[in-house]
Structures are given as structure tokens and as C-alpha cells.
């Protein structure tokens, strides 16, 4: 099959190539996906995962990018919730060879369903930013109707998805971003939007949960505008302040099958829309790693 696969750690991205790869092995519980569209990060060639597998031992080459939308191909022993010949988009494993491919073995449980009506493109641009803003939201924040939401880059892949979610929650959402994503900001429907680098932050007032997605000085200083028993949840770096009498947590986004089926849902209801810039077909992935904005990987 072929694959974009990171052949040298310190060449970066000028190590990524299409090659080819034999088809992969379903293990105890795996599905051998054939892999329509896929999603990746620009800054996984950075992550020790993206070398190691689980014990930490060295498997280059590595296949890159985590995200994916598909059909199922292929049963591992044992695995049930899932059938030969379905739709289903999710979170491939971290430490595994991921889903810049034409096929991936993947654990069924990190899938879902996918409704016909979803294109796989758009399936694939979900993963990541949908599980991040929901988990951020409704598992760590534990988001009520009538709040108010700080979400820093909300002109971003996660940022754009949060608003979507945190308007729906009935919050009242106030975004962050540079000049170019006010217009972004609006058409989310963010009632207030700050611009980082034109505007005072403080001047927002208090809020209750801010997402942030950049760490250091920006995350400490939305920090101290949180209510009292407010929540900041950062996907950047853990965190070195915290709110009065409030939460500070730093997470990693994990795969899972009912958060997937509800962001389908959405999706399948027009109720989210994910941000996608551009699409690629699979032998351009390692131009898409150099360029701006959110690019989708085209397989099939």
C-alpha cells in the first residue's frame, strides 16, 4: 500500500516521502480501515509517540497523521461493535503508524459510526478538534447554559469547533484571535471577539471557563479573569497559576466512541461544521505539513 511515511527524527519534515508499506495486521481487537480522507497536526513529528510504540521502542519508519474517515475492510480477533463494509471516522492510536495511508489498523473502540450523509472529508476534519473542544467542555469545564466562554484561536481547527459546541450549550462565548479572524469570530456567531494583538484582554471582565490552546503569558493572564470555581482548561502546557478557588487542567484529547457519535450527530444535523481549508491528495502530504491553515489528506 502506500504511505507518507517519517523516515529520519531529525530531518522533519524534509523526511517525509511516499512509500510503500505492506498492508497492515489487525490485531486482538483492531479494524483494518481503507482510509478515505485523513487528518494530520504540523507538529507531530515533534511528539516521542510519533517514533515509539507503547514499550518506547523505536519503529521508524513511522506513518504520520491520526485522524481519519474510512471504511472497514477488515476484522482483528475478536472485535465486536463494528462490521466489514461500514463508514466510521475517529482517533487512530498515538504511538501506532498512523493515517496518512491507504490502509490503517486502528482499535475499533477509537471509531464510530459514520452517517452516510457525512462526506469523509469533513468526517476526517473532526477527530482532533471535536473530541479536544468537547472533552475541554463538557468533561473537564462540566459547561452550563448561561456562562461565559473565553476560547483563545478560535479561528483555529480546535477554536472553531469550540464555538460551535459552546454556542449550542447556550454559553455566551467570547473569542480570541488576530485581525484576520474577526470575520471568522462573527459568522461562528462569537458575541464578543478580542483581537491579541490590538486589544486589551483584560477588558473582557470575568468569565467562568476559558479554553486555551496557546499556553505562557496569554493562558496566566486569562487566568486571573476567571470567577470564582471557574475552570481554565489548556491543551498547550500545564498550567503554573490557578483560578481563586478554581480549576486549572491540562489534557491530552483521548479517542472515544460516544463523544464520536455525538459530534456525527452534529454533523449529520448541520449543527457543526469543522474548519477545513484546503484538501490534498496523499502523494502532496508533505507540502501540506510546510503550508497555513487546515488541510484534509484525500486517499481514495
Known sequence: MRAITAQDREAGVGGLSLTE???????????????????????????PGTWTDRAGRDRTPTVPGHELSGVVVELGYGTTGLTVGQRVFGLADWTRNGT????????????????ADVDHVTAAAVPV??????????????????????????????????????????????????????????????????DLGTDRLEAIGEVDVVLDVIGGEIRDRS????????TVVTIADPPTTHPRD??????????????????????????????????????????AFTE?????????
Open 21 to 47: 508499506l505492506p498492508y497492515p495486521h489487525a490485531a486482538e481487537n483492531d479494524v483494518v480501515v481503507q482510509v478515505h480522507a485523513a487528518g494530520f497536526t504540523r507538529g507531530e513529528l515533534d511528539w
Open 100 to 115: 496518512l495511508a491507504e490502509y490503517v489498523a486502528v482499535e475499533a473502540r477509537n471509531l464510530a459510526p459514520l452517517p
Open 129 to 194: 478538534s471535536g473530541l479536544t473542544a468537547w472533552q475541554a467542555f463538557f468533561d473537564h469545564a462540566h459547561l452550563q447554559p448561561g456562562q461565559t466562554v473565553l476560547i483563545h484561536g478560535v479561528g483555529g481547527a480546535v477554536g472553531y469547533v469550540a464555538a460551535q459546541l459552546a454556542r449550542e450549550a447556550g454559553a455566551h462565548v467570547i473569542g480570541t484571535g488576530r485581525t484576520a479572524d474577526r470575520t471568522t469570530a462573527t459568522e461562528l456567531g462569537v458575541q464578543q471577539f478580542v
Open 223 to 230: 487566568t486571573a479573569l476567571v470567577r470564582p470555581g471557574g
Open 246 to 287: 478554581g480549576r486549572a487542567i491540562f489534557f491530552v484529547v483521548e479517542p472515544n466512541r460516544d463523544h464520536l457519535t455525538h459530534l456525527a450527530t452534529r454533523l449529520r444535523d448541520g449543527r457543526l461544521k469543522p474548519l477545513v481549508t484546503t484538501t490534498r491528495a496523499l502523494p502532496e502530504a508533505p507540502k
Open 292 to 300: 497555513r491553515g487546515r488541510t484534509i489528506i484525500t486517499v481514495q
